[in-house]
């Protein structure tokens, strides 16, 4: 596996759809990679076609989003096209199903702009044939899943209509426009100071690094930037962060954790813990602003300007799709035969793909009196299945933090 495949890099979170894959050049078909970026420089050229399944054509390095929100880095830095990678085949469209006993990928193109650039969310998808573009097959030898996951909204009223999410660099591009208009907005002077506090409240929901980070950029863009051109305007601004947890980046060190908190508390920006946000609603006394219901405050609604969300990950819905499906694996040799049906076996607390150490996709055997919730019983590894990224969970410990200070 090492001298064909090499070791394939974290995917990029957040990837809505993204396979990878690739056909073998000689005597048998390709390696299809659906995700970004990851594993594609290390296949071999002379050994495989490789073929790149995305919905967008860019890779995007979502650790710097916050920066290119509030202006710190242009959004050209963030930015890397796919077809620079040097592939044999990239096609743009979401990966609706993939026929692992067949080795074929469900691919619905979409070259549309606007939904390439821009999160998308857990929404069951109209079955119109006007809104969905045209479908098609592609093969593969061997696979790679990595498509990252979805921003988690907890079925919170308003949240899908009224919050920005920060997974794209469409997201960053509104947040960043956004934030303009909020200031533009309360300079005018018939602008009263009620809502000029209103408009200049940020709320930010998410005490992850995301949404620590988000907080800190914006704090330096109003500090540094904004505050020359908008003096005036610098009483009405607050920042609150808001979370359900009772401590801030809880899967880093308490000491780290401490550090943000005392940073954040010395430059004004309040942070708001064990708080439940139950509702995002237009303020209809305040054009462009938004009521928010917090459990903590009972009745008492606050009003924002923005809230920005980044409370956490969920399923990617094709994964949540496979993990649901019943196979037979194809066998490994022409005189193999695998009569035991299997199904994906998924993380109960992420819902991601369980791999082995070497990255494949682990399955469960299904039998007539077993269940989806059992794994006593436990098949091979697909051996032409990778999963990677977001979408993917290798049993053990959690080192994912880690990579914040490589």
Request: aromatic letters at 8%.
């Amino acid at each position: 596996m090492e001298n064909e495949l090499g070791r394939p890099e974290l995917a990029e979170r957040g990837c809505p759809s993204l396979v990878r894959a690739w056909r073998r050049r000689k005597a048998a078909t390709p390696a299809i990679f659906h995700g970004q970026h990851g594993g594609v420089g290390s296949l071999n050229p002379n050994k495989f076609d490789r073929i790149m399944i995305s919905p967008r054509s860019y890779f995007v390095f979502t650790p710097l989003l916050a920066g290119t929100a509030v202006g710190t880095l242009e959004m050209r830095a963030v930015l890397e096209p796919v077809r620079r990678l040097g592939l044999d085949s990239f096609y743009q469209g979401w990966a609706d199903d993939i026929d692992f006993a067949r080795k074929i990928i469900r691919v619905e193109a979409n070259t549309s702009d606007d939904l390439a650039s821009r999160t998308r969310l857990m929404v069951k998808r109209s079955s119109e044939a006007s809104e969905k573009g045209p479908v098609f097959e592609v093969t593969y030898d061997k696979l790679v899943i990595a498509v990252g996951s979805y921003s988690q909204t907890f079925g919170i009223e308003g949240v899908k209509e009224h919050a920005n999410f920060l997974r794209d660099i469409g997201d960053a591009r509104k947040i960043r426009m956004k934030v303009l208009q909020l200031f533009e907005k309360a300079a005018l002077p018939l602008t009263t100071d009620e809502q000029r506090r209103k408009l200049l409240y940020f709320a930010i929901v998410g005490g992850g690094p995301t949404g620590i980070e988000f907080a800190a950029e914006l704090h330096d863009l109003i500090k540094e930037d904004l505050s020359r051109i908008y003096p005036e305007l610098m009483r009405f601004v607050r920042i609150t962060v808001f979370d359900v947890a009772q401590k801030v980046l809880p899967m880093f060190d308490q000491t780290l954790a401490q550090y943000a908190m005392d940073t954040f508390r010395r430059e004004g920006i309040s942070v708001k813990t064990g708080h439940h946000l139950t509702r995002i609603r237009p303020d209809s006394e305040c054009e462009g602003c938004f009521k928010l219901k917090i459990k903590e405050y009972g009745v008492e609604e606050i009003s924002a300007g923005i809230v920005v969300w980044s409370t956490g990950l969920m399923q990617n819905p094709l994964v949540e799709k496979l993990s649901c499906k019943r196979f037979t694996p194809p066998p490994i040799t022409p005189d193999e035969k695998s009569p035991v049906e299997v199904q994906l076996e998924t993380d109960d607390r992420t819902g991601g793909l369980i791999t082995d150490s070497y990255l494949r996709v682990n399955v469960t055997p299904r039998t007539a009196k077993s269940e989806p919730s059992v794994h006593n019983l436990h098949a091979d590894p697909l051996v032409d299945v990778y999963a990677i990224g977001d979408c993917a969970v290798i049993p053990g410990e959690y080192l994912w933090p880690l990579i914040f200070f490589a």
